[in-house]
């Protein structure tokens, strides 16, 4: 059954539908007349808001950006944790974020999978929400490495950038499969290799520092 606007929250209620929409369907394949009818909305609502199917596109990725960077705040902010663990956090939420929505993987992931060959603004944007994913988190590495808990012979950009690479590729994996597998999978790889702690001591660190609750 279609959703209702909430009076006075048009633009929000869009864009709610359209992270949805955007993350099952993709871009090509989702019409805005589709929009229009998940939303229960008129066409005249939809173009007062936005100016075109691209341009509620692009507004759906920031406003998906305002959830990253949300997660991104609770994990690496997050001073009862050790640096290395607030960012395997982040991952873990995500992880659980991705369930709670069928397994359909990131949605940046699948539109810049979908459209950076054939459109350079959506390729742009996309990078640019990657860049400032990793830009934070090597942030949160750095501390890690000055702590002594990532190897120091590794670059923090580089290990953000590796980790979200490999991130990336399991969440198509993910995506195909409907299974998160490949994303537990992914993490115990990269933070395995990254940390200078042997995995006995990973394991009882993570299991006390309350970093995932099932």
Same mark, same amino acid.
């Given at each position: ?7 006075g ?74 640096p ?19 397994? *359909?993987?990131?949605? @940046?992931g699948?539109?810049?999978?979908? +459209? /950076? ?5 959506? %390729?742009?944007?996309? $990078? ?8 934070r ?22 290990a ?22 490949? *994303?537990?999978?992914? @993490? ?5 290799? +990254? /940390? ?5 001591? %990973?394991?009882?660190? $993570? ?8």
């Amino acid at each position: 059954m279609p959703d209702s606007p909430v009076k006075g929250t048009t633009r929000a209620h869009l864009l709610r539908v359209g992270l949805r929409m955007f993350l099952k369907h993709g871009y090509s394949d989702l019409g805005i007349q589709a929009i229009l009818k998940e939303a229960n909305v008129p066409k005249g609502s939809f173009y007062h808001h936005f100016e075109s199917k691209q341009d509620f596109a692009l507004a759906v990725i920031d406003e998906y950006m305002k959830t990253v960077h949300e997660g991104l705040d609770q994990c690496l902010n997050d001073e009862s944790l050790p640096p290395l663990q607030r960012v395997r956090r982040f991952f873990e939420l995500s992880r659980e974020k991705y369930v709670e929505e069928g397994t *359909l993987g990131c949605m @940046l992931g699948s539109l810049g999978q979908e +459209l /950076s060959g054939i459109d350079e603004i959506f %390729r742009q944007k996309i $990078e640019a929400c990657f860049v400032e994913i990793t830009t934070r988190i090597a942030k949160c590495l750095k501390m890690a490495r000055d702590r002594g808990e990532l190897k120091p012979s590794q670059d923090p950009r580089h290990a953000a950038n590796l980790i979200l690479n490999c991130w990336e590729g399991a969440a198509l994996r993910s995506r195909i499969w409907r299974d998160v597998d490949p *994303l537990t999978e992914i @993490l115990d790889f990269c933070f395995g290799a +990254l /940390s200078t702690k042997p995995p006995s001591d %990973r394991r009882s660190n $993570e299991d006390g520092g309350g970093l995932m609750s099932h």
